[in-house]
């Protein structure tokens, strides 16, 4: 008798491990890890900024951006730049809701503007390739179909050659759409 019973229990046991690997894996099938995003206000400033996102867990995950001045406006100075990131995500939901993150920059800038001794004209310097490091938060929404949409802002600060442009800090702001596959 203690020997069914035994038998019993550890059949049941066994059941019960396999039927919530089971749930899991279901539950696993519908976390897509990865996204790919487009800015929508980047067009208005004469830019152009695509990015892709890796989900690592239900909080975190790695990036990339791709930012590329397509128009300069006059007091643009900025001609692209690639930017990875971390994020570390705060939402009930997977890799979604309020998220901060931390960012590098590999940036292309234009040079000081030189004036003459009239102060009217001026001569362009060369491009400047610095990079930066910042922070930033934002609130990302995911739909049950996988479409995305995202708002961030981020601020970080040149790390080399600030000197040789007219500002010393980066600026990252976005409202993207995308889809999570």
């Not at 996204?35 to 990339?64: C, M, V, Y």
């Not at 920059?105 to 491009?127: C, H, P, Q, R, W």
């Amino acid at each position: 008798m203690k020997k069914n019973f035994l038998l019993l229990f550890i059949l049941f046991a066994f059941n019960s491990v396999k039927a919530q690997a089971q749930n899991e894996t279901d539950a696993n099938s519908y976390q897509k890890n990865n996204e790919i995003k487009l800015n929508i206000i980047s067009p208005l400033l004469g830019a152009f900024e695509i990015g892709f996102e890796r989900h690592l867990n239900k909080n975190s995950s790695l990036g990339i951006s791709a930012f590329k001045v397509y128009e300069h406006t006059s007091n643009d100075d900025m001609n692209y730049y690639i930017s990875p990131y971390y994020r570390y995500y705060f939402g009930k939901k997977y890799a979604s809701g309020f998220f901060v993150e931390g960012f590098g920059m590999l940036t292309s800038i234009d040079g000081k503007k030189i004036y003459a001794a009239d102060n009217v004209t001026f001569a362009e310097g060369k491009d400047v390739y610095d990079l930066a490091l910042g922070a930033g938060f934002g609130w990302k929404l995911v739909t049950k179909k996988g479409f995305v949409f995202e708002a961030n802002t981020a601020y970080g600060k040149l790390v080399f050659n600030a000197d040789k442009t007219d500002h010393t800090q980066v600026i990252k702001l976005g409202l993207s759409v995308g889809y999570r596959f």
